[in-house]
């Protein structure tokens, strides 16, 4: 593993049980990479085990009554998967952070909110509880919330979403982590308020240094702040590469769907294109190429025999029998 690596997941496959003794693979054997300080995008549709990924890298996945059968997952070198539940709560929350996709449901009803941030500092940190509630109130000024006083003080229902969700990367930050996860931050607020956060998750990432897993569905979240692209469809990648590549010469057909569907100002279009289908159930999921049944270009080949993620150009991996350049007629 290069040094310069912060995150390395090699061959990783996660299974849940269903029916008695059986099991059915939510991701499947996925291998990516993140380099210190970069910002790398996890798309695709829901289903396509963007959040499984999530939970796996993360240490929760068995929570959700998931098993990771098989892989690797490196942390600064380390393969985490060795390490006892001790040592995996030492890091998760620590070293490595994330940010829940819904914020009023992953915040505790419960609790304060300067409870809840200064339980985390002091569980990974030495600092004693004048020095935590002094962080904890830097730590929400620092996120733009005004009145931060008075806030620390709030439960949760006494809170707006885009202010939860404010809360919520103040407690992902707490512990100054090197690795944030960010699964669907910006879901179910308004577009101001969008904007709001993704500019605090650029100014963290640039301050800071912080590598950041971008979880999301939305191609414009994508493009504004990533460096590199991992295009997901049913438990597989079918597509990496830089950001702005991945958008000019997109290689897989499903990453041509995706951003044909995008809406574009001054297009002239009435009606958007859009991926006929749905994602396959996991339970009869098909043994060639998984986006065979919705690609328009399919043919006997793709049915047939599945593809491998392959390099395509430099930095560029696709999985398709077909290149940009070269794809059949379509079906």
Same mark, same amino acid.
């Given at each position: ?23 059915? &693979? ?18 695709? $549709? ?17 929570? +959700? ?31 490595? @952070? ?6 009023? +449901? ?10 809840? #941030?200064?339980?985390? #500092? ?9 020095? &935590?509630?002094?962080? /904890? ?22 809170? +707006? ?7 919520? #990367? ?8 090197? %690795? ?11 577009? /101001? ?6 500019? %605090? ?12 897993? %971008? ?49 574009? %100002?001054? @297009? ?6 859009? #991926? ?7 339970? +009869?999921?098909? $043994? ?9 270009? &399919? /043919? ?9 993620? $392959? ?21």
């Amino acid at each position: 593993m290069s040094q310069n690596k912060l995150l390395e997941v090699k061959n990783l496959q996660t299974e849940f049980p269903y029916d008695k003794n059986k099991t059915v &693979a939510a991701i499947h054997h996925i291998s990516f990479f993140m380099e210190e300080g970069e910002v790398l995008g996890l798309v695709g $549709e829901s289903g396509c085990g963007k959040s499984v990924t999530a939970l796996s890298v993360m240490g929760l996945i068995a929570n +959700s009554n998931g098993l990771i059968t098989e892989g690797e997952i490196y942390f600064k070198g380390q393969n985490l998967l060795t390490l006892d539940k001790r040592q995996r709560r030492q890091i998760r929350g620590g070293a490595m @952070s994330m940010i829940f996709q819904e914020p009023m +449901s992953s915040l505790n009803p419960a609790m304060r909110i300067d409870k809840q #941030i200064m339980e985390a #500092i002091r569980l990974h940190t030495d600092l004693d509880k004048d020095q &935590a509630r002094a962080l /904890t109130r830097k730590l929400l000024v620092m996120v733009g919330i005004p009145d931060p006083d008075r806030v620390m003080k709030n439960y949760p229902h006494q809170l +707006s979403g885009g202010m939860s969700q404010r809360v919520m #990367i103040a407690l992902a930050m707490s512990c100054q982590p090197q %690795l944030l996860i960010a699964d669907e931050p910006t879901t179910a607020l308004d577009v /101001t308020i969008q904007a709001q956060i993704l500019e %605090l998750l650029r100014d963290i990432q640039k301050e800071k240094n912080t590598g950041i897993l %971008l979880i999301t569905h939305d191609l414009g979240v994508v493009a504004e702040m990533c460096d590199r692209v991992i295009v997901m469809y049913a438990g597989e990648i079918v597509e990496a590469a830089n950001c702005q590549e991945l958008f000019q010469t997109p290689l897989h057909p499903y990453t041509q769907g995706l951003i044909a569907s995008v809406p574009k %100002l001054g @297009s002239g279009r009435t009606s958007l294109p859009w #991926i006929p289908g749905s994602v396959p159930d996991l339970l +009869s999921m098909p $043994e060639a190429c998984r986006f065979a049944p919705r690609c328009p270009y &399919a /043919t006997d080949k793709c049915r047939a025999e599945k593809p491998e993620l $392959e390099e395509k150009a430099p930095g560029h991996q696709a999985r398709c029998w077909y290149s940009d350049a070269n794809l059949p007629a379509q079906a």
